[in-house]
């Protein structure tokens, strides 16, 4: 299908604000599906996974497919839960405009308020719908009031509801002046605007075609000298400022019924951008390499962007792909820019509803999904070998939260920690490590939500009792002062061949970030030249545990100056372990202290909770930097201790009634206060382990 039949949409919207909903009767009125999905009544098309249908929240995008008025409309529903960011994120990277839903009955909520400030500094063609529009406690004034206030968009009313809150029955149309009124479904069809809501749409006109006309120099002289503007005019102004997001519309619907579906359909396959729209798209060449740009057009390399995967136990990978450039076809092979691997593609499947339909090709412009890809991940681009393309995708925050995965039996840890790098792949929040030191599984997340959700999907999927342990802090362990002379010694005689090694060393204290250095000052033979590098590995050994709390130290250096050896006794095993014995005996004698992990941190809060926020970062040892006022928002900046902000997300939202956000990233190790030292120490229970003699 060409580039100008095609739209792609991603719905966005704060959890429980109506969106998937409202995505399910579009898909019915559609016939996309054969019957209206409820997400209440878990029969929702769109939220299908257990844990969906169990939280009764959208946690992962899901992409469909539906035809109107001979267009292809791809709608990408992306999670509610806010906890979720990075998969709405790259979701948006494949779409070509948004439609935003809001709650008639909320108001606008916080994780609306924050993805529409991506859209915003995208530059994204934009719409609004107001949903559950048939709530006995809607507000449709108030909300479209908030909507212009809070998002700082220039929306355009572009319909007029036919009755309010239960007695809400359908809308009419301030551009065509058609009306839909009743229980929607796919063969419903538009009717004249009542009489009695004749004037209320005149109005709305007259307000839309000033609206329109203020967005573009031709059209404002054509209304300032005709004083209107004809149908096409207005049709064409309306696409025109869409597309270059001068004007969002704004658009009603109900909660549950399909009210509202057949007019916004028809405002995105008539007002929505095509991707022939997009000119150009930006990446690289080559890992690290200079930014290129690529044409949206059919005639450049294949280029296509992997934006989703999703993981079936019996299908295997699904991953969700927008068509940058070219034209993919089945069979066709690609390869990844960044890590040189091939791929070939399979079959193209466009989704429609529980329906996956077979296509050829696809052309730029297009989503599609492509089954069964061998290495290709969430984030990746392949294209033509020749001319390779990587994609620069959006900025995914880091994860904010670290826990470890504990379950009974190796075999069972095994199993946990295959199915967790599953879930990775689909959900790109998740990144999954191993603790080098305790042997621990760790995963990490954006927040407390989204470690449960991860543990909740772990243990459906490999039936194992799978449990959060305790948070995990990256302490280190650093020495203050100088320790000089320091002795270690091994001999041991068992009969026969015994075990002899001496080592004498000086350690020091480097700047922060010094890590460890070795320094081999050995002159004359003391200790032989193959056995140098052995004291250092047994010092490397034991930095790893550490002194005090069995954390690894770092930030010093060691100065290797004399030692002793016997022809017959001596060994790499010995010097390693009088290395270790050195070590050890220096780090207790040179004053060692706990380092712990301090954090930048960025807090938006609202202006009027400031205080409240300030307050809670100073009884959390922070030190805020300073504050700037965005809009009616203030952004707090601040330094404070990683293991102070454990459970400080649920607290941002009491103090903010759910407003407030935060972003941040490890900025520098500081040590602890002795209080807090005598508590991780002991917490740690460490004890140091028992030198051969």
């Not at 809150?165 to 605007?193: C, Y």
């Not at 004809?230 to 025109?240: F, I, K, R, V, Y």
């Not at 379950?407 to 689909?426: F, H, P, T």
């Not at 005996?585 to 400031?610: G, H, N, R, Y």
Request: proline fraction near 5%; aromatic fraction near 4%.
């Amino acid at each position: 299908m060409a580039q100008a039949e095609i739209r792609n949409v991603a719905v966005v919207g704060h959890r429980g604000s109506g969106k998937t909903s409202l995505a399910e009767a579009m898909l019915y009125v559609a016939r996309a599906t054969p019957r209206l999905g409820k997400v209440d009544e878990r029969s929702s098309v769109l939220d299908d996974s257990p844990e969906e249908q169990e939280r009764i929240a959208t946690l992962e995008s899901s992409v469909v497919q539906l035809s109107w008025a001979g267009r292809r409309l791809n709608l990408i529903d992306t999670a509610g839960e806010t906890s979720f960011a990075a998969d709405t994120r790259l979701a948006l990277a494949a779409a070509d405009s948004a439609l935003v839903i809001v709650s008639a009955k909320d108001g606008v909520q916080p994780g609306t308020e924050r993805v529409v400030r991506w859209v915003r500094d995208l530059g994204m063609p934009c719409f609004v719908a107001l949903a559950k529009c048939d709530d006995e406690h809607a507000r449709v004034e108030e909300v479209i009031a908030e909507v212009r206030n809070r998002f700082k968009l220039p929306v355009a009313v572009m319909e007029v509801p036919i009755g309010q809150a239960t007695a809400f029955k359908g809308v009419a149309t301030v551009r065509t002046q058609k009306a839909w009124i009743g229980e929607e479904t796919p063969t419903s069809k538009a009717v004249d605007v009542p009489a009695d809501e004749k004037d209320a749409v005149a109005k709305a006109r007259a307000k839309l075609v000033d609206d329109v006309a203020s967005t573009d120099d031709a059209l404002t002289e054509k209304y300032l000298g005709e004083g209107d503007l004809s149908q096409p005019d207005l049709d064409a102004g309306a696409q025109q400022a869409v597309a270059a997001a001068k004007l969002v519309p704004l658009y009603f619907s109900a909660g549950t019924r399909a009210i509202g579906a057949h007019a916004l359909l028809d405002a995105l396959v008539e007002l929505a951008p095509p991707p022939s729209l997009r000119k150009t798209w930006r990446g690289h060449a080559a890992p690290n390499g200079e930014e290129i740009e690529r044409r949206n057009a059919g005639d450049e390399p294949t280029a296509v962007f992997i934006f989703k995967t999703h993981v079936d136990p019996h299908a295997g990978h699904l991953s969700f792909a927008r068509v940058l450039s070219g034209t993919l076809k089945s069979d066709q092979q690609l390869a990844n820019a960044v890590n040189g691997n091939r791929e070939r593609i399979g079959n193209l499947l466009h989704i429609v509803g529980k329906e996956a339909k077979q296509s050829a090709e696809a052309e730029a412009g297009d989503i599609v999904a492509l089954p069964k890809l061998k290495q290709a991940r969430t984030g990746d681009t392949l294209s033509d070998e020749k001319k390779p393309f990587i994609l620069t995708p959006p900025h995914i925050p880091a994860p904010l939260f670290s826990r470890t995965v504990q379950v009974d039996g190796k075999a069972a840890d095994e199993k946990v920690a295959r199915q967790l790098l599953i879930i990775a792949e689909e959900d790109p929040g998740v990144v999954v490590s191993h603790d080098e030191v305790t042997r621990d599984l760790v995963v990490s997340g954006t927040g407390a939500v989204h470690l449960e959700i991860t543990c909740d999907r772990l243990r459906r999927r490999t039936g194992q009792n799978c449990r959060l342990g305790p948070p995990k802090i990256a302490y280190r362990e650093t020495i203050t002062k100088k320790a000089l002379n320091i002795e270690g010694k091994l001999k041991k005689q068992s009969g026969g061949h015994g075990q002899f090694a001496v080592c004498y060393i000086d350690m020091e204290p480097l700047p922060r970030g010094g890590d460890f250095e070795f320094v081999d000052n050995i002159v004359g033979g003391t200790i032989p030249r193959q056995w140098i590098p052995s004291v250092e590995k047994g010092i490397t050994k034991a930095r790893e545990r550490g002194v005090l709390a069995g954390f690894r130290m770092v930030d010093f250096r060691v100065r290797l100056f004399d030692g002793k050896y016997h022809d017959v006794d001596s060994s790499d095993a010995a010097f390693q372990i009088a290395g270790s014995k050195a070590f050890k005996a220096a780090a207790a004698a040179a004053k060692p202290v706990i380092l712990e992990p301090v954090m930048k941190l960025s807090v938006t809060v609202p202006s009027d909770s400031m205080g409240d926020a300030i307050g809670d970062l100073n009884s959390r040892r922070g030190k805020v930097l300073g504050t700037d006022a965005v809009e009616d928002s203030t952004v707090i900046e601040a330094y404070v201790p990683l293991a102070e902000l454990l459970e400080y997300e649920p607290k941002l939202k009491s103090l903010t009634q759910g407003k407030g956000t935060f972003t941040m990233a490890f900025d520098h190790m500081e040590i602890c206060p002795p209080m807090i030292q005598d508590k991780v120490v002991k917490e740690s229970g460490h004890k140091a382990e028992a030198e051969e003699d």
